[in-house]
């Protein structure tokens, strides 16, 4: 892999172990990625990387269905909040994008965008 590739990867997996909307498994792939980059564990650990971020990004269309869920209602702090969560979504939607831009998944969706570079 490309140094600058792995320093890209490396500099958006920090981002996403400290971000406040990272899921568990999201992490922990991520940590195990930093461990074994720049050794012969990193292919291995690169393919485990994309399977789990290509399970855990939420697309736009979902942060919306969530938002608009009991559940987003009790996670993002209310019906108020979550009806503002679901319209953020909508607005970003129109603008074009494809998933969910909180901190995790906007992380998530950058090392996704390097894939075919991580498996190579």
Known sequence: ???SVR???KAK???LIAAPTCCAEAKAAAKAWLEA????KEAEAS???IDELSEDIVTVDGLIAFAESEAGAAVFGGAEAAKGVAAHGREIKAAGAKYCDCPACAAVEAILDKKAELLA
């Open 37 to 40: 980059a720049g050794t012969d």
């Open 13 to 15: 997996a920090e981002e």
């Open 1 to 3: 892999m490309d140094n």
């Open 47 to 49: 393919k485990a990387l």
């Open 7 to 9: 320093e890209f990867v």
